[in-house]
Nanobody, 112 residues
Framework: VEFVESGGGLVQPGGSLRLSCRGSGFPFSGAIMTWHRQAPGKAREWVATISPGGWRIVTDSVKGRFTISRDDAENTVYLQMDSLIPEDAGVYYC???????WGQGTRVTVSS
């Protein structure tokens, strides 16, 4: 099982980023996929979930700003992040729900 995240970077407050995560080594199309993040000095926290059928949910702090989606043909899950604020900064990880495996993450920095 492997997750490879990409798309992070430096963005100004109010800007947007689109994160991607490609999964391999498991049946991606049947997997519940999640995004998590870890800010400096804080515990990792859940951000968003999408089911195989496309049902999705995000944590309250990003509602209306972040959207999770998936492309099963590409074994990829996305996180579209709009109206970014400094509190969104951190390392973002994707994961199959319940998996003990984590990728290397992709770093998001929100700063002017």
């Amino acid at each position: 099982v492997e997750f490879v995240e990409s798309g992070g970077g430096l963005v100004q407050p109010g800007g947007s980023l689109r994160l991607s995560c490609r999964g391999s080594g498991f049946p991606f199309s049947g997997a519940i996929m999640t995004w998590h993040r870890q800010a400096p000095g804080k515990a990792r926290e859940w951000v968003a979930t999408i089911s195989p059928g496309g049902w999705r949910i995000v944590t309250d702090s990003v509602k209306g700003r972040f959207t999770i989606s998936r492309d099963d043909a590409e074994n990829t899950v996305y996180l579209q992040m709009d109206s970014l604020i400094p509190e969104d900064a951190g390392v973002y990880y994707c994961q199959e729900a319940g998996s003990p495996t984590w990728g290397q993450g992709t770093r998001v920095t929100v700063s002017s």
